[in-house]
């Protein structure tokens, strides 16, 4: 699917629908002068732009066979992330191969608009049918066109950009949505490697399971024993700015099941979804892959230690203690806690060996996250302000929508152990994703860190906007954001 501008006026286009979107406000100031401007006007009450409506229109006699009218609320209200919305509703209602988007109505700037219109086309027309015997009957998409009445020359690049941010958010999202046994420890490997194959500005470090042994990446390890699947810990480099040495380590959890090891995971803890597990580092390979695509001017390492948290006589048990990477030892309580344990050595590994400027992490790492915000944001945990406040921008831009909390001094006494440096849950009840948390920064080392809790936006239950049921792809958009900015 290609999404491209056009200067040609939207009722001249043959197309099998147009898409027209409206504010409340723009539709009362529209002065008909066009047969469709006149046919809009006739229909009154039947639409008045208000959020999320929507009305289909046919047999018009005009080049588009269909004309889709689009509510995008109070002007007040508009924004990126309400254009992004609105436009999903209004794609999401077609069964054809090509459309236009009439983006002349719309009171926003041209980067916003041109940048939001092409995100939502290619997010929206997604779709994993791979499993399905009967296949979705939709028409794919061959071509969406954007109307504009700029010179497109300039705005070309913000279309080819956007397609690419978008078109890897979808990588993700089958990635995610895939099997388990198509995604593990070995499967995903040879992914990274064919990404560093492929460009030149990415090298790649694998360590194998003996090699994180002899390394003593014992936390790791001791999370991947149980499995069938042997761990894997790869690292991959994209220099996209040789003359600088500032780099930024994107962190991935990596686990391709999570069972919960012998503390298993009883009914109700979305076992049935558990692949998604890997959402983290399957992000932080689409993130590397974006940034290669886009050849975007910055010097980033993707660290994804893939491991399947399997219950098993070589599993890992409640109880053990274990010696980190980085020298501090942990003690065990729960084994259903092992995102926190590969991320800890993968932070201390990557800071030793790799020395960057700054650590974000993004892991399916709470389901205490999840009781707190639902579906509908991640949450956000640093150690830095300046850091945090770039990841809420991004936020504001890309509508990828975090929430920060707050990591106060008392929460360190939660993850305190009687036997060692620190233990990998609280004994308290309550506090869960704030005590995960406690227990990352305690291997960062004071570096300037941003976790990212995306167990609440990585899979989507029901579909939202833009997001249809399943994986979403959340994190790619948000950190390329960041990144650019």
């Known amino acids: 699917m290609e999404a491209k501008l056009t200067n040609k006026s939207p009722e001249s286009i043959k197309t099998d629908a147009l898409i027209l979107p409206f504010t409340t406000e723009s539709l009362k100031k529209l002065k008909p002068k ?55 509703i209004a794609i ?50 061959k071509e969406a066109l954007l109307a504009i009445k700029e010179p497109m020359g300039k705005y070309q690049t913000l279309v080819k950009e956007s397609q690419i941010i978008c078109n890897n958010t979808n990588f993700v999202r089958d990635l995610v949505n895939e099997n388990s046994e198509e995604t593990t420890t070995l499967t995903l490997t040879n992914q990274a490697k064919a990404l560093a194959a492929k460009y030149k500005s990415v090298r790649i470090k694998v360590l194998t399971e003996k090699e994180i042994k002899r390394q003593k990446l014992n936390l790791i390890h001791a999370v991947g024993k149980g ?33 919960g090891g012998i503390n298993l995971k009883p009914y109700g803890s979305f076992l049935e979804i558990m692949r998604n597990d890997m959402a983290g580092a399957g992000t932080t390979l689409g993130i590397i892959k974006a940034a290669a695509e886009l050849k975007l001017k910055k010097n980033l390492i993707g660290a994804m230690p893939f491991v399947e948290n399997m219950i098993g006589p070589k599993a890992y048990k409640p109880g053990d203690t274990f010696v980190s990477y980085s020298g501090k030892t942990v003690e065990v309580l729960n084994t259903d806690a092992e995102g926190r344990l590969v991320l800890a ?99 960062v080392e004071n570096l300037p860190w941003a976790h990212l809790d995306i167990a609440p936006t990585a899979w989507s239950s029901k579909g939202f906007y833009y997001n249809k049921m399943g994986a979403t792809g959340f994190g790619v958009r948000l950190i390329i954001d960041y990144l650019k900015k």
């Open 227 to 259: 499995s069938n699947y042997p761990p894997r810990f790869v690292i991959l480099e994209y220099r996209g700015d040789p003359r600088s040495k500032e780099k930024t380590a994107i962190v991935g959890k990596g686990i391709t099941f999570d069972t």
């Open 345 to 443: 050595d993968a932070f201390s590994y990557i800071i030793k060996n790799y020395k960057p400027a700054r650590i974000i992490d993004l892991a399916t790492l709470t389901g205490a996250s999840i009781a707190t915000f639902y579906e509908y944001v991640a949450a956000m945990l640093s150690n830095n302000t300046k850091l945090s406040n770039q990841l809420q921008n991004s936020s504001r831009n890309t509508g990828e929508q975090i929430w920060e909390m707050p990591l106060y001094e008392e929460y360190k006494a939660l993850m305190k152990s009687d036997i060692a440096d620190i233990r990998n849950i609280s004994r308290e009840r309550f506090g869960g994703l704030i005590s995960a948390a406690v227990f990352l920064e305690s291997f």
């Open 34 to 88: 066009t047969k469709l401007e006149k046919i809009i006007k006739q229909v009154g009450d039947d639409f008045k732009a208000d959020k999320d409506q929507i009305l289909s229109l046919t047999g018009l006699g005009l080049n588009a066979k269909k004309v889709i009218l689009c509510g995008l609320g109070a002007e007040k209200e508009l924004n990126p992330e309400r254009l992004r919305r609105s436009l999903s």
């Open 92 to 141: 999401k209602s077609l069964n054809v191969k090509s459309f236009v988007i009439s983006l002349l109505n719309v009171n926003l700037s041209i980067k916003d608009k041109i940048t939001s219109a092409t995100e939502t086309v290619v997010l929206s027309t997604y779709n994993f049918d791979k499993y399905k015997a009967k296949k979705d009957k939709k028409v794919p998409v």
